[in-house]
């Protein structure tokens, strides 16, 4: 078994696993991809930008360093996509983007537009106020509108824009939506895998295997970072939740045993002392008679040592495949991947492909440098501090704002308990007061 582990394990990589925040998949993904404790210069840089703008957070309510990093990374790119006059930030990502950088641009502007529209429309003029921070040409980043974003999921342009501040280019597959992501029609997902889908695959395998690409898979509304693509091709590299289900299934006499339990090998004497081998594409049972005390303490561990179990395990394993054991089989093609909104490590079969599904390729450029830090920070030196100003502006006048609501409250809540008056003048007044509406209305009905 260790032997059909590492044979597996050559085949993925070694990427740590992260939490996200609500929605925050897209940026969980990226940061497991860029495998941060293999990169210590990334490192340095995002904690770095944390150390600049979590004053404004006060205490947060978590303390992973993978959560914070988000932060980060957000921030960076609210940056990225800001309006203000930072002529070598635009320059950097236009120069790579072209186009698709100032697409994004004016999408960025877009969302931030309406969201400040649905401030406006819920009356919270304080926090419209600062959302025009951001928009109005300053591009100063407060947590309302951090957070705001940092909750939204992700699209494939922001992390294409991501990508580039990390030296990672987008690597365009030829698609019909145009996407540049590689993936699988419904006719393709069906139980017959077509060529198409089998050129695609041996595709997908071939990227992954070099070492400078990373590789994000869009779920539907779910980013993943991918680990590794493999086919389970033969008895060798079975993964360790199968043979487990075959060491848990009970042992079975195969067919021509339990017709005849005293079967020898007289009745074909050719055969008298031969093996008789089961191949691995073969899908018949076994013809063999297998001693009952072998069947009974074998052990799956050493399938390799005994041709008759071997030949036993490999009908087992035909069974749990659907008896198919084409290694263009559905269920031998594995996605295996990191998924921080479970938090864990999943190998996932062709079969559970969709067709919204797709897969992003990103290249490391040559690049040993990363020119882009050193203007982020520049940047972030001047603006941090209008940041903080902005932001304590925002939190005394809320503060402020609530008081006097407070205040007003109270002061009509006690006026509504105040006993009523015991001056026979005000009784009087009142008296008058009802007669007179008691008269108009008798006048009125008279008319």
Not at 154 to 174: A, H, P, R, S, W
């Amino acid at each position: 078994m260790t032997y059909i582990k590492v044979m597996l394990e050559s085949k993925v990589r070694d990427l740590p696993i992260y939490r996200q925040h609500m929605n925050g998949c897209g940026l969980a993904a990226f940061l497991m991809l860029l495998d941060i404790p293999h990169n210590p210069p990334i490192k340095s840089f995002l904690n770095k930008v944390w150390d600049h703008i979590h004053e404004q957070f006060e205490d947060p309510l978590f303390n992973q360093k993978e959560m914070k990093w988000a932060i980060s990374l957000q921030y960076l790119l609210l940056k990225a996509l800001g309006y203000a006059e930072k002529e070598d930030l635009y320059a950097f990502f236009s120069g790579r983007l072209e186009f698709l950088y100032e697409d994004q641009r004016i999408m960025n502007k877009f969302n931030q537009e309406q969201y400040y529209n649905s401030l406006l429309t819920s009356k919270k003029i304080s926090e419209a106020y600062t959302i025009l921070h951001y928009t109005e040409t300053h591009d100063y980043v407060t947590p309302l509108i951090l957070f705001k974003n940092l909750h939204t999921m992700k699209t494939d342009l922001e992390l294409k824009v991501l990508g580039e501040i990390f030296n990672y280019e987008f690597l365009y597959q030829d698609s019909e939506d145009y996407t540049g992501a590689i993936y699988f029609t419904n006719k393709e997902l069906g139980r017959e895998i077509a060529q198409t889908a089998r050129v695609k695959w041996n595709r997908l395998e071939n990227l992954i295997q070099q070492p400078k690409i990373i590789v994000l898979y869009g779920q539907a509304h779910h980013w993943l970072a991918v680990r590794g693509f493999y086919k389970i091709s033969n008895h060798r590299t079975i993964p360790d939740e199968v043979l487990e289900e075959i060491q848990s299934k009970p042992k079975k006499k195969t067919q021509q045993s339990q017709k005849s339990p005293t079967l020898s090998n007289q009745e074909n004497p050719t055969l008298s002392n031969q093996e008789n081998p089961i191949l691995p594409n073969q899908n018949t049972p076994t013809q063999l008679k297998l001693d009952e005390k072998s069947e009974g303490n074998s052990d799956p561990k050493d399938i390799f040592s005994n041709p008759s179990e071997y030949s036993t395990f490999l009908a087992e394993i035909s069974a749990i495949f659907d008896d198919e054991t084409s290694e263009w089989h559905p269920k031998r093609l594995i996605i295996d991947h990191n998924d921080s909104a479970l938090f864990s490590r999943i190998k996932m079969p062709y079969r559970s492909l969709n067709e919204s599904d797709r897969f992003y390729f990103f290249r490391k450029r040559k690049l040993k440098e990363y020119p882009v830090f050193d203007i982020f920070l520049k940047y972030m030196e001047e603006d941090v501090v209008a940041e903080k100003v902005r932001w304590k502006d925002y939190l005394k006048k809320r503060d402020d704002n609530f008081a006097q609501k407070f205040k007003t409250r109270v002061k009509s809540m006690s006026k509504s308990k105040l006993p009523e008056s015991d001056d026979p003048l005000t009784e009087k007044t009142e008296k008058i007061t009802e007669e007179s509406s008691e008269e108009k209305i008798v006048d009125s009905n008279e008319e």
